[in-house]
């Protein structure tokens, strides 16, 4: 019982620390984003603050509560969310679905560039010109992003040994952060309860075609970003489970809708003073006070480094199971800690961090960085919703799923397209990421289903008909020992058929004698946490048809599960033992282990239009040199032998060479000129 009571408090404290760091740290920036859009402060009037407020209030209401909250939050993936787990889901029903789950993935991932940047850039500049004693440690904009930098690079440089010790104390810091929030708000609203009117959609819909709002509906892009952190609710719902955001989203939007209504009474009773300003000051840190000014800052400093933490880790869980889904090439992964999700990717960690740092000397305002802010993740919302819509078509009643579809998408295509008039102020950047990583999804992606729809069926054969002759090798001792067992990462289909160049190197290159031989396959399934294995001996002893099947979220490291099989079959008597006669540990009955790995360049003698080789090239590029195969399964302790083969996609006819017999020593001449 007691230790029931301890998960109840600590899972809802430990997901307001991982789930909410992006929606949370919103108020710093969604109010002055609105008031920039009036362009001066003497267009500020009470009407476009209630409409504004009435803006944000449903847009949360609709956007996160309603269909992250109580719709997406359903459609979970044993426990798992996020648009690649919805994406496993339903990819088996149709399969133009990969076309939306890579636009969301990349749009997501280049997203995740920006936040760090904005979140940290919009706490620190509250410190700006904030006398501490004589000095003003931050006196100007150059200053706040040098601050901004090092913060960020200091996060970055963190990652690779885990953040497990300091992410005990997220919880608690948000926890701080929003009752604070709900607090300075409800102070604020108490000087005008006139702004509840705003809960009115009526205020809203007035707003968006008054002569007041000087951007129309362009308006709803500043709006926007009062939910950009909605999709992390989904993506997150695997680290914290569904329970724990059902308990925490009513406080945390309680304490938002607080806070943005304080701003707006705040502003509304001060009406006078700012018009007569020249400029629009935060309104974030406007309602604070000198009282509460330095422990607002020094919190939403807090609160917008854990923001820009969970998106750091956010990018690594989804590029994790974007690669093992196969819609991104092999990267490493490390695990820093022991705690469960506690993963590292450096190249991800890197480009992060390489991204982040140009987004922030580039824009150089948090003003000029929320222009490029939330165009992206329009495009991820309206993928989610074409996936949500297949799910539901399929698990739910159909009527449903057509409700879902038509409410949320035309919604969605509002919000992208007056997103869109932040293009030319700085969401080109956001778009160009986008298409960068979409790029690189979609060679990976589609080349491989172009070189598997293309490969050469010739040479494919059957591992049945050489069985009799991998036995004989195996017992032949004239020719030396290679190995124990020899591992080859193959792909065996069902009948048994695997590309000739692997017997090829086993047979014809240099016989490769080893007591076993093990043709290992790795399968991916659509459940994330999946691990089993079948094997077929072909009616050997040493021939070993090895079927892994790992879950997308899994660790691929076939290393850790090789040694485990081995035994299992060594006590079942399937294959014999391997005793060892010098070694270090007494009674070793596994033998040695030397791994054949297959590195393919393209054949120039194929039959395929010049844009299919094109993009199978670049496909075999980045395989090539990216992470390799026995880096990626966990074999590099293993003795390794790569090997580069021809890949033959429909090879060209070979022309046939005319036979002359030259009879007569006349007709040299004539025949030769022929």
């Known amino acids: 019982m007691k230790k029931q009571k301890r998960q109840l408090f600590l899972g809802p404290l430990i997901t307001l620390g991982i789930v909410y760091g992006d929606i949370g740290t919103s108020p710093l920036y969604v109010m002055k984003a609105l008031l920039a859009d009036l362009g001066s402060p003497k267009y500020l009037t009470r009407e476009y603050l209630i409409g504004c407020l009435s803006l944000v209030f449903w847009t949360l209401m609709l956007m996160t509560t309603i269909k992250y909250?109580?719709?997406?939050?359903?459609?979970?993936?044993?426990?798992?969310?996020?648009?690649?787990?919805?994406?496993?889901?339903?990819?088996?029903?149709?399969?133009?679905?990969?076309?939306?789950?890579?636009?969301?993935?990349?749009?997501?991932?280049?997203?995740?560039?920006?936040?760090?940047?904005?979140?940290?850039?919009?706490?620190?500049?509250?410190?700006?010109?904030?006398?501490?004693?004589?000095?003003?440690?931050?006196?100007?904009?150059?200053?706040?992003?040098?601050?901004?930098?090092?913060?960020?690079?200091?996060?970055?440089?963190?990652?690779?040994?885990?953040?497990?010790?300091?992410?005990?104390?997220?919880?608690?810091?948000?926890?701080i952060w929003f009752s604070f929030l709900a607090i300075v708000g409800l102070i604020n609203l108490a000087s005008d309860p006139g702004m509840l009117a705003a809960l009115s959609p009526h205020y809203g819909l007035k707003l968006l075609f008054s002569p007041e709002n000087k951007v129309g509906i362009f308006i709803l892009g500043s709006v926007f970003l009062a939910t950009t952190g909605a999709e992390a609710l989904y993506s997150d719902m695997g680290h914290v489970g569904k329970r724990n955001i059902y308990l925490t989203w009513p406080f945390v939007c309680t304490a938002l809708v607080l806070n943005y209504f304080g701003q707006g009474a705040y502003l509304s009773t001060h009406l006078a003073q700012i018009k007569a300003q020249t400029n629009f000051e935060n309104p974030f840190y406007a309602v604070l006070g000198p009282d509460w000014y330095l422990f607002g800052v020094v919190l939403a400093t807090l609160a917008a480094i854990i923001a820009s933490q969970a998106l750091i880790t956010g990018s690594f869980t989804l590029v994790q199971e974007a690669v093992g889904l196969k819609l991104l090439p092999r990267m490493k992964v490390e695990y820093p800690s022991l705690s469960r999700g506690q993963i590292y990717i450096s190249a991800v960690n890197w480009l992060l961090c390489l991204t982040t740092t140009i987004v922030l000397f580039y824009f150089k305002t948090s003003e000029h960085m929320e222009a490029a802010y939330g165009l992206a993740i329009t495009l991820t919302m309206l993928m989610t919703t074409l996936l949500l819509f297949e799910y539901l078509r399929f698990k739910e009643k159909p009527l449903s799923a057509v409700l879902v579809l038509s409410c949320f998408s035309v919604i969605e295509l509002i919000f992208l397209a007056a997103s869109l008039s932040k293009f030319m102020h700085g969401g080109y950047v956001t778009v160009f990421i986008t298409?960068?990583?979409?790029?690189?999804?979609?060679?990976?992606f589609f080349g491989n289903r172009l070189r598997e729809r293309y490969a050469d069926r010739s040479e494919m054969i059957n591992l049945k008909d050489y069985k009799s002759m991998l036995q004989a090798l195996a017992k032949d001792e004239s020719e030396p020992l290679f190995t124990d067992n020899l591992i080859v990462l193959a792909k065996v289909k069902r009948d048994l058929s695997v590309k000739r160049e692997l017997l090829?190197?086993?047979?014809?290159?240099?016989?490769?004698?080893a007591k076993v031989y093990w043709f290992v396959t790795v399968n991916t399934t659509d459940e994330p946490y999946t691990n089993y294995y079948t094997v077929d001996m072909l009616g050997t002893r040493n021939i070993v048809n090895l079927q892994l099947y790992l879950g997308y979220k899994m660790n691929p490291s076939v290393n850790l599960y090789l040694y485990q099989i081995v035994s299992d079959l060594m006590q079942k008597d399937v294959i014999d033992e391997q005793p060892q006669k010098y070694?270090?540990?007494?009674?070793?009955?596994?033998?040695?282990?030397?791994?054949?790995?297959?590195?393919?360049?393209?054949?120039p003698d194929t039959r395929i239009p010049a844009w299919m080789r094109l993009l199978i090239s670049a496909r075999i590029f980045i395989q090539n040199h990216s992470t390799t195969p026995v880096q990626w399964f966990g074999l590099e302790t293993s003795e390794v032998h790569l090997e580069k083969v021809p890949l033959f996609l429909k090879k060209r006819s070979v022309p046939v060479i005319e036979q002359r017999v030259i009879l007569n020593p006349k007709d040299i001449k004539r025949s030769t000129c022929e």
Request: no cysteine; aromatic share 8%.
């Open 583 to 603: 070694t270090t540990a007494p009674g070793r009955i596994v033998g040695n282990f030397s791994v054949l790995a297959i590195q393919e360049v393209l054949s």
């Open 69 to 175: 909250v109580l719709i997406a939050l359903k459609a979970d993936n044993h426990g798992e969310g996020g648009i690649f787990a919805l994406y496993a889901l339903v990819r088996h029903q149709k399969k133009w679905l990969i076309v939306p789950a890579l636009i969301g993935g990349a749009a997501l991932l280049a997203d995740g560039t920006l936040t760090p940047a904005v979140t940290v850039t919009s706490a620190i500049e509250g410190l700006k010109g904030v006398a501490f004693g004589k000095n003003v440690p931050i006196a100007s904009q150059n200053s706040v992003i040098i601050v901004t930098f090092v913060i960020l690079l200091v996060l970055f440089l963190i990652q690779r040994f885990g953040t497990s010790l300091i992410g005990k104390g997220f919880g608690p810091v948000m926890f």
């Open 435 to 444: 298409l960068l990583i979409l790029g690189l999804m979609f060679v990976w």
């Open 504 to 513: 090829y190197s086993i047979l014809d290159k240099k016989p490769k004698r």
